[in-house]
Structure formats: structure tokens, C-alpha cells
């Protein structure tokens, strides 16, 4: 069979190497004609490296993952710590670890793994423009003028999937009411004891610091109520200034964090959501990640729902030769548990822009979420 992916970013590579590794014959068509770091950070709970792991992607990762022994939860102003939730050891509670990597190092080990395993099969600067089913194909149109045909298309083109709109929901993303801003700081400029993970909060705000990069770099990402936004985009570049003042109310820790980010450069852009989608795929055509589910940041789980579903999806492919009838199967293994988290990343949100003291908090330990087994477990559960 010949798979098209539309989308380089976490899903579509993930979902390219585990079809590859299924012996599936794959092409991953990206829009930007070269994928570059976004200075960010991410947080791979258990159920996303379960999946990574099984990828071969664990010793790369682990050249340069942190994993945080503690994590406090803080008063914004006083910096008190209102609960630290330990790190518990994840390889032996569920067979894989729980690991922070700036997103670059994650994105980078799998380009180099596609790469290594399929030469040629990404391919930059492939716009798709429109999809053509007829019988048995899907015709790929590219703005480049370009045109292929596939036997199946994956959309992993993310939030602002095109796709999705084309095939069923044509309205845009709606804005979230929360804006963030980002920002990486070179522990060498910090004492020793903001070195550390923690997230404070309060006043309608919270900031969540962590390190990456074998703990050189510290990554943090600031969030605030706002009514509107119009701005699209990660990379809109804010002013140091504007962002110090929205925070000032935040703790003498917190700021001088916040106040050093690498080149004086932090980043800010919206939160969008879509509303939920009943059915994830049309003929040959199917979405994967943030194009079929996108969920707030709040729970760190967006990137690992799209490492899921491209395990499950792969696995429904390759025990299911019709593909219609696979991604039925699909969308119904994955459907509730996707739900679940993502109304509990909403929930999330409020608890940490409401007020801050323990009761406000519970919940936040991780749950069950962490032993879902996209590798291994059952299908169409
Ligand atoms: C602030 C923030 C923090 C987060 N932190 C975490 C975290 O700690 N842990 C976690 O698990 N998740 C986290 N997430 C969520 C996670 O980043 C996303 O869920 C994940 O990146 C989704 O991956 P994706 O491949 O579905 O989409 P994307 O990463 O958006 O990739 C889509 C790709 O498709 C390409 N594309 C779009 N249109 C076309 C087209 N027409 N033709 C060709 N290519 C196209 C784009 O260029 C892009 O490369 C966070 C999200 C945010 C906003």
C-alpha cells in the first residue's frame, strides 16, 4: 500500500516511521521547505516514549532528556510551594520513562531516523492544496504545481488542517481565551536553585519552567487570560518588556527567570481549539493528531495523543486490509480516550489560572493516563 502523510511535524513523522517499520511504503509531503528549531520545549509523559522507545528513537533522546525529580507547584507572588508532586519511577510502574527534551532534539532524532531507514521519503516544500478521491486513489495537488497519487492519505497537518476543513468542518479554529509566551534561558546564567522544574501560578496567570537539553537549558512557557487574538503563528516574537510587565506581579525566582531568555527573544502566540469531531476520516482519507483532536496544552499531552494515534493507526493498518474499515477501527480505539484528555487539558487550564492553594491543584498527579499501551494494548476498546 502507498501511504501519503501530509504534515512533518510529531504525528506525521512518527506515524512515517512506524508504517515504515510495519513494511508500509511512505511518503511525508511538508509544507515549509525546511524544518527548523522553534525554541521550545516538551514533555514526553510514559504513554509517548512507550511509543518513541518502540520506534528506536530511546538512546537519541537520552543523550539529552531531563527528567525532573520533582516537580512544585508555587504561589505566583510569595513563591511558597503549595504541593511537589516527586517523579515516580516510570520504567518500572509502566516500562518506559517520563523525559524532557527541548522539541528540536525530538523533531531532529526523527528527520535523521526517517532519513536513515526511508531516504527520500520526506519531502520539504510540498504544500498540499487539494485532495482528489476517485476509486481506489487519492490525487495529491501541491502548490508547487506538483501533483502524486496514494493509495491512503494520513492528514497530520495540524491544528489549522486545511484537510479537516475540506472534508468535513469548514470552520476555523476558534481562539481559546489564553495567550502564551515562550522562552529558553541558558542555565549558566542562573543560580543554582532556579535550576529546577516548577510551575507557578496565580492571578489569572502561570508559568511553567522545566530544563532540557542534559539540564543547559531551562524552557519556560508563561500563560494569560485574553478575550481576543488575532496573530497566527508560533514564531511572532514579543516584546521582553510587554511580557515582564504582564508577569511582574510573579515572585523575584520567577522573574529573574523570565527575565534572561536566550538573545532577549520570547515568543507569544494564541490558544486555539476546535470543537469535537465525530468522525476522523472520509474514503481514503484519514486525520491523525492535532487535525483531528487538537487539546490545550495544559495536560502536556497533545504531542502524545499524536505519537498514539500513530501507533494505533499503523497497528489498524496492518491487521485490516480494507482501509476504510481500519480507520473505523481506529478512530474507535482512539475516540473516548482522546476525549477524555482533552476536556481534562480544559479543566486543567482553569484550575491553574483560578485561584492557588491545594484544592485548586488536586487532581493534577498524573492517573492512568500514563499506562496506555498504544504498542501493545488492545484495538477497538
Ligand atoms: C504551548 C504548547 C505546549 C505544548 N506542550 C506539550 C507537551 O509538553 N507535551 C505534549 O505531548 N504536547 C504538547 N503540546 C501539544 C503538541 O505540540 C501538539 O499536540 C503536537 O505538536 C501536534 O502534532 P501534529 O503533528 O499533529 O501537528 P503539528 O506539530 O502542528 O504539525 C503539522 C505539520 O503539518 C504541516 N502542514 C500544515 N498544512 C500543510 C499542508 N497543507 N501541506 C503540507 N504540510 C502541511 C505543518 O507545517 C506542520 O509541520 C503543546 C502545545 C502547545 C501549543
Request: proline residues 6%; neutral net charge; glycine residues 10%.
Amino acid at each position: 500500500m502507498n501511504v501519503a502523510i501530509v504534515g512533518g511535524g510529531i504525528g506525521g513523522l512518527a506515524t512515517a516511521l512506524a508504517m515504515i517499520q510495519a513494511g508500509f511504503k511512505v511518503t511525508v509531503y511538508e509544507r515549509s521547505a525546511k524544518l527548523v528549531d522553534l525554541g521550545a520545549g516538551i514533555t514526553l509523559a510514559p504513554n509517548a516514549t512507550r511509543v518513541l522507545y518502540h520506534l528506536g528513537l530511546g538512546p537519541t533522546l537520552e543523550e539529552t532528556a531531563v527528567t525532573p525529580p520533582q516537580t512544585e507547584y508555587r504561589h505566583y507572588r510569595t513563591g511558597a510551594v503549595i504541593m511537589r508532586l516527586m517523579t515516580k519511577d516510570f520504567r518500572a510502574l509502566y516500562g518506559a520513562p517520563y523525559l524532557r527534551l527541548h522539541r528540536w532534539d525530538l523533531q531532529h532524532a526523527m528527520i535523521t531516523r526517517l532519513a536513515a531507514v526511508a531516504p527520500g521519503a520526506l519531502r520539504l516544500g510540498f504544500s498540499v492544496d487539494r485532495l482528489e478521491s476517485s476509486g481506489e486513489h487519492v490525487t495529491l495537488r501541491f502548490a508547487n504545481g506538483q501533483v502524486e497519487t496514494a493509495d491512503i492519505v494520513i492528514a497530520a497537518d495540524g491544528i489549522r488542517s486545511a484537510i479537516r476543513e475540506t472534508l468535513f468542518n469548514p470552520a476555523p479554529p476558534g481562539f481559546a481565551g489564553f495567550v502564551a509566551w515562550r522562552g529558553l534561558v541558558d542555565t549558566s546564567q542562573l543560580p543554582p536553585h532556579l535550576q529546577e522544574s516548577a510551575v507557578a501560578f496565580g492571578h489569572g496567570r502561570h508559568i511553567n519552567r522545566y530544563l532540557v537539553r542534559r539540564g543547559e537549558l531551562l524552557n519556560f512557557i508563561a500563560v494569560a487570560r485574553r478575550d481576543k487574538w488575532e496573530a497566527e503563528g508560533w514564531t511572532i516574537p514579543a516584546p521582553l518588556d510587554e511580557f515582564l510587565a504582564e508577569f511582574s506581579s510573579f515572585d523575584e525566582g520567577t522573574r529573574t527567570i523570565i527575565s534572561k531568555p536566550v538573545l532577549g527573544q520570547v515568543f507569544k502566540w494564541g490558544l486555539f481549539g476546535r470543537p469535537w469531531l465525530e468522525q476522523w476520516s472520509a474514503g481514503r482519507v484519514v486525520l491523525l493528531g492535532d487535525a483531528a483532536h487538537p487539546m490545550l496544552p495544559f495536560l502536556g499531552q497533545g504531542a502524545a495523543n499524536a505519537l498514539e494515534d500513530a501507533m494505533i493507526l499503523t497497528r489498524c493498518l496492518a491487521s485490516e486490509s480494507n482501509p476504510e474499515r481500519a480507520f473505523a477501527l481506529y478512530q474507535k480505539t482512539r475516540a473516548s480516550r482522546v476525549r477524555a484528555a482533552t476536556e481534562q487539558a480544559a479543566r486543567r487550564g482553569e484550575r491553574y489560572l483560578g485561584e492557588p492553594n491545594a484544592d485548586s491543584l488536586k487532581g493534577n498527579e498524573p492517573g492512568e493516563e500514563y499506562a496506555y499501551d498504544a504498542v501493545g494494548g488492545p484495538l477497538g476498546g
